[in-house]
């Protein structure tokens, strides 16, 4: 059979490349064109027809920018379908670009699978009408997404979340402790906290000063920042001001896993935090005005914005947003997840409700099966 995907970001280059690896397995004569990065070239053994790092745009001002590059990126991915003809179109997030493509993919006859939701249950909910006309199968990540859809009578399938395995994996391959903590120069004699800022700039700028001074009201403890592999260390220590930062590349399972609490940036990593065990403090400071407060409560349609919460339905881990999110309330939260308390073995116990909603499910075998079966049948 012949596979068309689309990935338009690191992580969806990620998911992707699994995804491919696992379809060769149920379909042996699988051929596969696509437009992703360097993870999915060594799988697919061949280059993309066009690199993510030609898509991947940020913000309402980059996008306006690029309207013209992603719009001839479109009539690429158009083309694409129309010559090569595949038995498939699989898509990975990117829900601006894919879902366009998706309607093209319909008019055109070609089956249109979707592996990750966009989070529509979030934000943009007009997009479940885009989803329902022009997706054949939606494979979810996110149990509560099962529920979500089928209030707009649409079945999804929920195959398992990717972070489970690798964080399972990657756990199965950390040094120990004590290595770690010579390798990265840190005191042996002193607990950690660990600050995840986040992967983007803006992010980190908002977030990693109060992080830091929320972390400095601890002196019993150490501070060490997991930075993200694409920011270069000169950045957070521009940003932090402090000569004596210790920022960690690389190793941010590892960081967590020997960590006593953790502060963490609204994102994929609370998810490893708490897949990882680690009681943590959910902040999102943008420009921190109440106004931004407000606009964001009326775009939101979920009770919580971390996916520990998310997934659970309840206020496992504490969320500081926007204006709320300050160096005292962070030190406040953070307090009792230090040391044996109500409030971190509350943590802990939600922690494992989370773990038996997501199940034990490989998430790219499970679509991957789901995907060749489809086409066979």
Known sequence: MKYVLIAGEASGDLHASNLIKAIKDYDGE??????????????????????????????????????????LNLCKARALLREYRPDALVLVDYPGFNLTLASYAHKLGIPVHYFISPKVWAWKEYRVRKIRKY??????????????????????????????????????????????????????????????????????????????????????????????????????REIAQDPGLKVAFGCTPTLLKYSQAAV???????????????????????????ISYKIMERLLKVKYVSLPNLIVGNAVVPELLVHRCTADAISRELSPLLQPSPRRDWQIQGYRNMQRRLGTSVAADYAAELIAGSLRK
């Open 30 to 71: 699988a051929e596969f064109r696509f437009f992703g990065g360097d993870l999915m070239a060594r799988e697919a053994r061949r280059n993309p027809d066009l690199h993510y790092s030609e898509m991947n745009v940020m913000g309402f001002s980059e996008v306006f920018r690029k309207l013209p590059k992603l719009a």
């Open 264 to 290: 963490v940036t609204s994102g994929t990593a609370t998810l490893e935090a708490a897949i990882i065990g680690t009681p943590q403090v959910v902040v999102y400071r943008a420009n921190g005005m109440k």
């Open 135 to 236: 997706v054949d199968r939606m494979y979810s990540i996110l149990p509560f997404e099962v529920s979500f859809y089928k209030k707009h009578n649409y079945n999804v399938t929920y195959v398992g979340n990717p972070s489970v395995q690798e964080i399972a994996y990657t756990l199965g391959h950390i040094p120990p402790k004590r290595h770690f903590l010579e390798r990265q120069g840190l005191d042996g004699g002193k607990p950690i906290i660990a600050l995840l800022p986040g992967s983007r700039r803006g992010e980190i700028r908002n977030n990693l000063p109060l992080m830091i001074d929320a972390a400095k009201r601890y002196p019993e403890f150490q501070y060490v920042v997991g930075a993200a592999p694409s920011v270069p260390e000169k950045f957070y």
